[in-house]
């Protein structure tokens, strides 16, 4: 079979590292703008009428270990878009390595995503359409992930199987 002819695991006719990889550059600057917009060196920020963006930005769980999470998003979706890349190379498509070091980087950032959403929905009681898109993303780069694994295991049954 040539390259072309083989069955390609992913959606979009992406495999899923590559999706991975795209997913998380789009959310890389969209935390990088929020990031930009905190530290006064990005204008205005485009939120929609309900203000919910600001209120989370200026609270205090917009903060973590001193460190704002819009910088700690944009820099965690760098790392998942970087080690996605390296995986999506020809050389190691069937590697698992690039798959446990993907599920290392979005698998905590989901728990992180699930306090930030606590405090964004429960504690502040408001809405930031930014921080749904990235919560959404990274709900589907853990879907993602999972289904990468479980190709890299099927993959790796079937080579022990012939072995």
Known sequence: MSRDDTPRDGLLG????QLAAVI?????FVATYLHLWKIGKAGTLA???SGGCAVVQFSSWSWFLGID???IGALGYTAVLLTALWGARESLAEARGPAIALAALV??????TIRLKYAEWFVLRTFCPWCFISTVSITLLGVIVALEWRRVR???????ATD
């Open 107 to 112: 698998y905590p950032a989901i728990l992180f």
């Open 69 to 71: 999470v819009a910088l």
């Open 14 to 17: 992406l495999t899923y590292r």
């Open 24 to 28: 998380a550059l789009i959310n890389a």
């Open 154 to 160: 099927t993959l790796a049954r079937a080579r022990a």
């Open 47 to 49: 939120c929609g009428g």
